[in-house]
């Protein structure tokens, strides 16, 4: 399948670290507002363990979408049991379809995406049990960075662009 609305967002720390029990690594508010401006009025698809992880659920302003065989019938939302259900029905579309993790869905997303919207947190997390795969990102080529200093870690972070070879 081969279409160029599809997009990864994610934030990583220096070695990949994503998440650990079901939950981000740190609540960065500067992220957390980037992440809204480029996935508002847009479509965001993401896999069942980040579904439930979500304080607010759906995200508002936005098309929600699932990949689950186990969750149905939720409402508002779209739920696909397949990877390449979701895949088929986003490439349909004309706005840009973000997919918002976890682990697993990156994993499989990242053999399509044209693009990625990378956050890297400039610190190590101590505990960690889902990553993102950066050596996939000799895949793409980095297109911009902006580094900002974010008070509530303590850290820096930079917000990296990257788009496929
Ligand atoms: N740092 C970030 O930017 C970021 C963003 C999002 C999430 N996270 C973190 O990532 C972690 C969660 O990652 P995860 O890998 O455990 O979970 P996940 O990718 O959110 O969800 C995995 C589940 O999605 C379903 N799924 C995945 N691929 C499928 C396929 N091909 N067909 C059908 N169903 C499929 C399965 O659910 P069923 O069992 O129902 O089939 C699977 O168990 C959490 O710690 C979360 O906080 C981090």
């Given at each position: 399948m081969n279409c160029n609305n599809l997009s990864i967002i994610v934030a990583v720390d220096l070695r990949g670290?994503?998440?650990?029990?079901n939950n981000l690594l740190w609540h960065i508010p500067e992220d957390l507002k980037y992440f809204k401006s480029?996935?508002?009025n847009n479509t965001v698809i993401m896999g069942k363990n980040t579904w439930l992880s979500l304080p607010v659920k759906p995200l508002p302003n936005r098309e929600n979408i699932i990949?689950?065989?186990?969750?149905?019938?939720?409402?508002?939302?779209?739920?696909?049991?397949?990877?390449?259900?979701a895949l088929k029905y986003c490439c349909k579309k004309n706005n840009e379809c973000f997919?918002?993790?976890g682990e697993k869905i990156y994993k499989q997303a990242i053999n399509f995406?044209?693009?990625?919207?990378?956050?890297?947190?400039?610190?190590?997390?101590?505990?960690?049990d889902?990553?993102?795969p950066l050596d996939s990102l000799r895949h793409f080529?980095?297109?911009?960075?902006?580094?900002?200093?974010?008070?509530n870690i303590q850290a820096y972070i930079a917000f990296e662009v990257y788009k496929r070879k």
């Amino acid at each position: 399948m081969n279409c160029n609305n599809l997009s990864i967002i994610v934030a990583v720390d220096l070695r990949g670290a994503i998440g650990y029990k079901n939950n981000l690594l740190w609540h960065i508010p500067e992220d957390l507002k980037y992440f809204k401006s480029l996935t508002i009025n847009n479509t965001v698809i993401m896999g069942k363990n980040t579904w439930l992880s979500l304080p607010v659920k759906p995200l508002p302003n936005r098309e929600n979408i699932i990949i689950s065989t186990s969750l149905k019938n939720i409402p508002n939302v779209l739920v696909f049991s397949t990877f390449s259900d979701a895949l088929k029905y986003c490439c349909k579309k004309n706005n840009e379809c973000f997919f918002i993790g976890g682990e697993k869905i990156y994993k499989q997303a990242i053999n399509f995406v044209d693009n990625i919207y990378l956050t890297r947190i400039l610190k190590e997390a101590n505990h960690a049990d889902a990553f993102f795969p950066l050596d996939s990102l000799r895949h793409f080529y980095l297109i911009s960075e902006k580094k900002t200093f974010s008070e509530n870690i303590q850290a820096y972070i930079a917000f990296e662009v990257y788009k496929r070879k």
